[in-house]
């Protein structure tokens, strides 16, 4: 398949390379371990720098891990660690989920289902700064639970693999330089959020969110600078059958050139007084949007730039805190009104927002947040709000460790705009979450 062939090519490209920078000398060597050791904070050792002796060095909370649930904020590429031989990780979560879903012109559904999601992480060091990355994630429900192994490029729904499906959501490579420079190239997980406290939510960019198993296919590169800004550059693999992340209709990959699709981020979640993020993303898919809703109309390029920020009242990273955070995208080319069902002339609206505010730790380890956001119908790359929608939702978090968390959602939800003149959708959805996470292990 494609994006084994991308693994493939990487190995040969990434490994050339690692074996070439380790010839280089020790000169290098030597003048990276000054350059981090300038960094480095007084009476602190360098194992505390480089985190392989967490047992002895003070414990800090790590930005990634607090916006959201466990492994809610955390991509393919992080924060790297320099290690050989084989690791293993994974996580299980378990959700009681109710809903209540209503039409103006039919009669209204309810669902109550318990799912489950796990995952199985393993990663090899093949020497100290190329490793070797996949993951096994299955779904389960009280309504189907017979395993069946799925391996194609694109997801079989429109948002996740099926109840019951077990796939690979991470097979890569990455090589990378600490705090410089990484190159990840396989399936991989892209996030890109706000980061805002109980929520990781995103307009554009959040594989495998909730209870969801999804992926990019492709290359990702990220830039690391010294003032804490971040370049990121993705390529991703789109299948013509669809493409294995989540985007919504009219938006289709049917045409040739619409196979690789382009993500361009700047990002710095370095904390400046109270402000924790500032980002801007574009994304680019060419030949990808059905202007007129099928295949025989025209099809046109769409573009989907979204910035987002952060803060956080007062600065402290412990006791309680007010956690504000925002985004903002917008599309300027769209579908037809007509194409999407709604009444007039024209083409939809492309703006999307949203914002959350959180009181974090109001009780030890417990935080509750409140998320509103409208997104028109032309908005059509998010992956936790839907096109021509309108949400709040209000949850509270009850994270016991770094491996046991709790959350309670409710969340309202209904049509910006009546479809097709007289359905509208209104719904109400609840769920109990628990989440646990089991560390890396060396093996």
Not at 25 to 54: K, R
Not at 187 to 205: E, H, P, W
Not at 306 to 320: I, K, N, T
Not at 339 to 345: E, N, V
Request: hydrophobic share 35%; charged share 25%.
């Amino acid at each position: 398949m494609n994006f084994l062939k991308y693994l493939l090519t990487g190995l040969l490209i990434l490994t050339s390379v690692e074996l070439a920078a380790q010839e280089s000398g020790d000169a290098q060597e030597s003048g990276d371990a000054q350059e981090s050791g300038d960094a480095q904070e007084p009476g602190e050792s360098e194992s505390c720098v480089d985190g392989t002796d967490s047992e002895t060095c003070p414990e800090e909370e790590p930005d990634l891990d607090s916006d959201g649930s466990i492994d809610d904020a955390e991509s393919s590429i992080g924060d790297a660690v320099e290690k050989r031989g084989w690791t293993l990780g994974g996580d299980l979560r378990i959700s009681f989920v109710h809903a209540d879903v209503e039409f103006t012109d039919v009669q209204s559904l309810n669902i109550d289902q318990i799912r489950t999601r796990w995952r199985l992480q393993s990663s090899y060091g093949i020497t100290e700064s190329l490793r070797f990355n996949t993951r096994l994630a299955g779904l389960c429900s009280n309504d189907e639970c017979q395993p069946e192994f799925y391996l194609e490029p694109e997801i079989p729904t429109p948002v996740s693999i099926e109840d019951g499906q077990i796939t690979l959501d991470e097979l890569f490579l990455h090589w990378f330089r600490t705090e410089r420079f990484d190159l990840a190239i396989g399936r991989l997980q892209t996030k890109f959020i706000t980061r805002g406290g109980v929520y990781a939510k995103s307009l554009d960019r959040n594989d495998s969110n909730n209870l969801r198993v999804n992926w990019t296919d492709g290359i990702h590169a990220v830039r690391r600078f010294k003032n804490g800004w971040a370049t990121h550059l993705i390529l991703q693999y789109n299948s013509a059958d669809g493409p294995g992340t989540v985007r919504h209709r009219p938006l289709d990959f049917t045409d040739d050139g619409s196979r690789t699709s382009y993500f361009l981020a700047f990002e710095n979640n370095r904390q400046k007084g109270s402000v924790l993020q500032r980002g801007l993303d574009i994304s680019y898919l060419p030949d990808s949007l059905l202007k007129d809703g099928t295949r025989f109309g025209r099809i046109e390029n769409y573009l989907g730039i979204v910035v987002r920020g952060a803060m956080r009242w007062p600065a402290q990273s412990e006791g309680p805190n007010l956690r504000l955070s925002a985004e903002l995208g917008y599309a300027p080319e769209t579908q037809t009104r007509a194409s999407a069902g709604l009444a007039g002339d024209g083409d939809v609206n492309g703006l999307a927002w949203a914002v959350t505010a959180s009181v974090m730790n109001f009780l030890p380890r417990q935080s509750v947040g409140i998320n509103y956001a409208r997104t028109d119908a032309g908005w059509l790359l998010s992956p936790q709000y839907g096109k021509n929608e309108e949400l709040f939702e209000i949850r509270y978090l009850w994270r016991r460790n770094q491996r046991l968390a709790v959350d309670i959602r409710g969340r309202w939800r209904k049509d910006l705009e009546p479809v097709f003149s007289t359905e509208r959708r209104e719904d109400f959805d609840f769920y109990l979450r628990f989440t646990w996470g089991f560390s890396d292990r060396e093996l």
